[in-house]
Nanobody
């Protein structure tokens, strides 16, 4: 069974930084594409950033230049470094693993205060 566990969320002031982690188990992690999504209250879930098995990355326009996705295959972990946080970044952040099947983590809350 594939399991994804996110951590690193919390409360931070605008302009601050957080680093989210997602640890995967039960998968050949190194061959899987990974992504971070977020869902704000009352809104649809949206793609924030993705990283392919080879390391190529893509970002939503709203976070370009502020967020960085990376992976450590030896630790079966994907990270999201979030800098210059804004109140509109407030959301539950979810980790996703793509193989022939899709798996989601439980989510971690990020709250940015003004």
């Amino acid at each position: 069974q594939v399991q994804l566990v996110e951590s690193g969320g919390g409360l931070v002031q605008a302009g601050g930084s957080l680093r989210l982690s997602c640890a995967a188990s039960g998968s050949r992690f190194s061959i899987n594409a990974m992504a971070w999504y977020r869902q704000a209250a009352g809104k649809q879930r949206e793609l924030v950033a993705s990283i392919a098995s080879g390391g190529s990355t893509n970002y939503a326009d709203s976070v370009k230049g502020r967020f960085t996705i990376s992976r450590d295959n030896a630790k079966n972990t994907v990270y999201l470094q979030m800098n210059s946080l804004k109140p509109e970044d407030t959301a539950v952040y979810y980790c996703k693993l793509d193989s022939p099947w899709t798996y989601w983590g439980q989510g971690t809350q990020v709250t940015v205060s003004s």
